[in-house]
């Protein structure tokens, strides 16, 4: 049987930094050449990082993709990587396919090429577009048409793109039909709690149905919401993983595998669903044996929290370095969810970049000041304090404001200092908000709701509670001192906006609110169902009326890490102008 | 030749109101039956608003519309109209499609009915479904896969949705090999500048493809962001107009038409595309013959400022009113673009509902405090001063703020202002920024970015002086007081955030910036491109660096009226996190 050394490189692409992302595929193809590989992958859009969105339909973005990718072909011949093949997602047109209305312009397409001998020796396009969740690429592609199939070292490699082996059809039994010895899918699948489960599953079965190894090269890193996971997977023909990369690091999984030799007749024709085999061979020959070195070997899996943990902190860090900021300004209120956000905002980018400040009024409690104050200490971020009391004082003196005016003054006064302090200072702002309290409209517009990013926004409160708790036992496992106060933990929950205040004065118990708003906001089930599922039915009316009306709130709210299936980003889509209520 | 007196309905619907929008069809249809129709239309997804985004993915929502439906055509007949036919657009699903990844979740879909006898006869879904631009169909619904026709009076009358005529193929040609002798459309066709002529010149073209005469039913009102401007239109099979409703009114065209009889054989089998014909006979007879009543009549045209202008109050009426609102706070600088704003919200909501705050600073000019003192003399709006001094001294002497912290100080006080206000009274603010600031990112996030809605978002700087002009001339015309001062429009814009501030210091002049913005932002030109078409090179280059870093800023504006084809609400989707700089 033909061996061949695959290199899997999972890498971190910045969204229209061309230049930076190609320097990043040649540094790693040099590693990989390095270590004996004899192909070569990078991920879906490597070149461009994903996702592009409206730089599809610029045509001087795309003509600076196909120009780069043949740079790049040249580039690594130049080096000295001619002879090894390396595959890489790219954006591309189609040149075949003709303007008609309807059809985004410039018929861009989310491509894939084989660089070879200083040339492009291969271009295919993704044929299965997803146009759901967080996905829109219908929108901006025209689909691919072909079974792209290589022959290196005498096997034949088929290649697919990501949503490919998600949907049913195409590529996957079109690879069975062609006879290939491989297939190897370039991707950037986003990061979702458990969401590693099931591709692994997937990988497994798309290898079983096409009757051969399956290589999985992803995506890491992180892009405006997204985060990318990692987790690149190569399984044999029957399903069995022979190795899997670690999550959220970029790197390079190396592994020896042993292929079927290529038939002699290249496979041509039509296959399933219309896909037209394009075949080209690289290198015809079987490699001479040689003694198995590097077993690609399974990384260990993260624990639940610890995986949603790290997904925030590589989601945060991203969106400080990609937009080039150095340091973050927190608000710290002596809360669990300001507390939990400069946890990750210190593992992010270090304490010594992370600002909080301190903004008490007079209905703060002197626990909250003396919390913040400890948190600081314990993490060892910068930290001061401002009284809002002066600017208070100056509002009320010209308006007349009562009630929830009022409350929502002291908000937007914490917001107006943080913004201040932020260009004065070059900081970015963090926004504190969590996703129970966006999905019920808990929060000050232009109060607490301001900042560039929202580590947190799509953590649910009984969540947060347990990544707090998780961090703290963490630190304590290494010896290092918990970051998050105890008694930030363990208060109950309040904005402290007037005396006394408590968020159960408006708000259900958040362990029955989440589990509501999980089948409201994340399920899409209506209020009989969830009255069904055995929560009070006033309560359920009550929420769900919350919900409806603070479409507007999260709509002016800022992006922040996605976690779960369905949050309050670009993949969920509610009119702000809607009369619909489930408790009519 | 049979008769037949159709009425199209031009009705504003409200997204999530069917009791409402139900009730709505019910009144025109008692209107339609009064003036004697014999077949009556009303818009795409009239008993559901449109666009439902969302919505369409919770299966209760889902199954409202479809039952309301039912009571729909049960009321009807109760009222005596049940051997009117009706055709209305609501939300269904398919009950033959299966579920599988990647399709919309229920399999929605945007459907059409004719309603007769009291009950639902025929249903029928969207077959083209748009996915550019304001459009997310693809994502939401599956297509209809057949053309249905209904016989009345003995005419053959094809129906279709929107986009069915907009794509070629599909409902068009379909209708040809029918034979039929109407084709009937139901739209939700969002307004842009212009738009009206490529729809007549559409829907003549498609008539004469479809060989029978053609009738339009448009919606009208607003819809978040989109303005529906009504514009039915019928024409005959050659293209000529026979009828064409008023722009941006809520009403009824009533036409007489002879049209042909249909085959003594109903058409089967399966035509274009793979529509399957769908023929139902409602009535076989024609009509004994009746002398024409009405002639559908041509409504006249606005000239293009003044339709630009009804747009924007249009869109801001049906956003305040649909969203609960009566009345709109606006702070005041004495420029032109919030006086622009202050004069569509007294057309919008009438002067008795407009609150107008000057926010005066250290920086502000004598003449400023003068012009909004003026505009509020001059439109009749409720009109106060707010000195923002002591509030700026408050924060002065807490921090340390200098440069562009400073200025954008000034400008977050004024919103935290009118934010208290509006907690306290109960106003939406509007928010005045224009489409060429906004571009550039020339405004304060936070401060003058403040508002639930931006009535003049999507309308560039020198179409503002446009607007502005027009209205004052109209109101002369009419022998009113022209709402907007001499010297709001005379004098150079300058947001007098510090002394002697001009617009010109940071940006080039609006007649050349704006050029340049229609074809980066509208036309996704490229540098080189807009270069070669005659601007300035280092201007050119400075213009692309200030639109590729505000996309954060524009992410976070509050929705707006949109005119244009490409403005920055749905239909523009950047990255934030983006390196690309066409002036590399």
């Known amino acids: 049987m033909p061996q061949l050394r695959l290199a899997l490189n999972q890498i971190d692409s910045t969204v229209g930094d061309i230049a930076g992302n190609a320097e990043s595929i040649v540094r790693w193809t040099r590693h990989a050449a390095e270590q004996g590989a004899h192909l070569v992958a990078f991920p879906e859009m490597a070149l461009t990082g994903y996702p592009v969105e409206d730089l599809a339909l610029r045509s001087s973005f795309v003509e600076a993709s196909r120009a780069a990718l043949d740079a790049l072909a040249a580039r690594l011949a130049a080096e000295g990587f001619g002879e090894l093949p390396v595959v890489v997602g790219y954006l591309d047109r189609s040149e075949k396919a003709q303007p008609r209305y309807g059809q985004p312009a410039g018929s861009p397409r989310n491509a894939g090429a084989v660089l070879h001998g200083g040339r492009v020796v291969l271009r295919f396009a993704k044929h299965h577009l997803p146009n759901y969740g967080v996905f829109d690429e219908f929108r901006y592609f025209v689909p691919g048409d072909t079974l792209p199939v290589v022959r290196v070292r005498g096997v034949d490699v088929a290649l697919a793109i990501c949503e490919d082996l998600w949907q049913d059809g195409g590529r996957v039994p079109a690879t069975r039909t062609a006879g290939a010895g491989l297939l190897l899918s370039i991707n950037a699948s986003p990061y979702e709690v458990a969401k590693d489960d099931t591709r692994l599953e997937l990988v497994r079965k798309r290898a079983q149905e096409a009757g051969c190894s399956l290589a999985y090269v992803a995506m890491m890193g992180g892009q405006d919401e997204l985060v990318f996971d990692g987790d690149s997977i190569v399984v044999s023909e029957d399903g069995e993983v022979i190795a899997r990369a670690p999550q959220f690091e970029e790197g390079c999984v190396l592994v020896d595998l042993d292929l079927p030799t290529a038939a002699a007749e290249p496979p041509s024709g039509v296959a399933e669903d219309g896909l037209e085999i394009e075949h080209v061979v690289l290198s015809a020959e079987s490699l001479p044996p040689?003694?198995?070195?590097?077993?690609?070997?399974?990384?260990?899996?993260?624990?639940?929290?610890?995986?949603?943990?790290?997904?925030?902190?590589?989601?945060?860090?991203?969106?400080?370095?990609?937009?080039?900021?150095?340091?973050?300004?927190?608000?710290?209120?002596?809360?669990?969810?300001?507390?939990?956000?400069?946890?990750?905002?210190?593992?992010?980018?270090?304490?010594?970049?992370?600002?909080?400040?301190?903004?008490?009024?007079?209905?703060?409690?002197?626990?909250?000041?003396?919390?913040?104050?400890?948190?600081?200490?314990?993490?060892?971020?910068?930290?001061?304090?401002?009284?809002?009391?002066?600017?208070?004082?100056?509002?009320?003196?010209?308006?007349?404001?009562?009630?929830?005016?009022?409350?929502?003054?002291?908000?937007?006064?914490?917001?107006?200092?943080?913004?201040?302090?932020?260009?004065?200072?070059?900081?970015?702002?963090?926004?504190?908000?969590?996703?129970?309290?966006?999905?019920?409209?808990?929060?000050?517009?232009?109060?607490?709701?301001?900042?560039?990013?929202?580590?947190?926004?799509?953590?649910?409160?009984?969540?947060?509670?347990?990544?707090?708790?998780?961090?703290?036992?963490?630190?304590?496992?290494?010896?290092?001192?918990?970051?998050?106060?105890?008694?930030?933990?363990?208060?109950?929950?309040?904005?402290?906006?007037?005396?006394?205040?408590?968020?159960?004065?408006?708000?259900?118990?958040?362990?029955?609110?989440?589990?509501?708003?999980?089948?409201?906001?994340?399920?899409?089930?209506?209020?009989?169902?969830?009255?069904?599922?055995?929560?009070?039915?006033?309560?359920?009316?009550?929420?769900?009326?919350?919900?409806?009306?603070?479409?507007?709130?999260?709509?002016?709210?800022?992006?922040?890490?996605?976690?779960?299936?369905?949050?309050?980003?670009?993949?969920?889509?509610?009119?702000?102008?809607?009369?619909?209520?489930?408790?009519?």
Not at 395 to 420: D, F
Not at 535 to 544: G, I, M, P, S
Request: proline share 5%; glycine share 10%; net charge neutral.
């Open 290 to 584: 040689y003694e198995v070195e590097v077993r690609g070997g399974h990384a260990p899996r993260l624990a639940d929290d610890e995986e949603v943990y790290t997904a925030l902190v590589v989601g945060l860090r991203a969106y400080v370095a990609k937009n080039g900021f150095r340091s973050v300004l927190i608000g710290l209120s002596g809360g669990i969810d300001s507390a939990l956000v400069a946890a990750i905002a210190c593992d992010a980018v270090g304490a010594a970049n992370v600002y909080g400040v301190s903004m008490p009024s007079r209905y703060s409690s002197e626990h909250s000041k003396g919390d913040a104050a400890e948190l600081a200490r314990r993490t060892g971020l910068n930290f001061r304090t401002v009284s809002i009391g002066p600017m208070f004082d100056a509002y009320m003196g010209a308006l007349h404001l009562t009630g929830l005016a009022e409350e929502n003054l002291q908000s937007r006064l914490r917001g107006t200092t943080l913004m201040a302090i932020s260009n004065q200072e070059g900081h970015i702002v963090l926004a504190p908000g969590n996703k129970s309290e966006l999905a019920v409209g808990y929060s000050t517009l232009y109060g607490d709701s301001v900042g560039a990013y929202g580590p947190i926004k799509d953590v649910y409160k009984t969540l947060i509670f347990r990544l707090a708790r998780w961090r703290n036992a963490a630190a304590e496992e290494r010896g290092q001192t918990p970051p998050i106060p105890e008694n930030s933990i363990a208060k109950p929950p309040s904005a402290e906006l007037r005396p006394g205040q408590v968020d159960t004065d408006s708000l259900p118990d958040y362990d029955i609110l989440d589990r509501v708003l999980a089948l409201y906001v994340d399920q899409d089930q209506g209020r009989d169902a969830i009255v069904a599922a055995g929560f009070d039915a006033e309560l359920v009316a009550r929420t769900l009326r919350m919900v409806d009306t603070a479409e507007y709130k999260r709509r002016q709210y800022p992006p922040g890490t996605k976690i779960s299936a369905k949050g309050f980003g670009k993949d969920r889509r509610l009119p702000i102008t809607n009369r619909w209520r489930e408790h009519a």
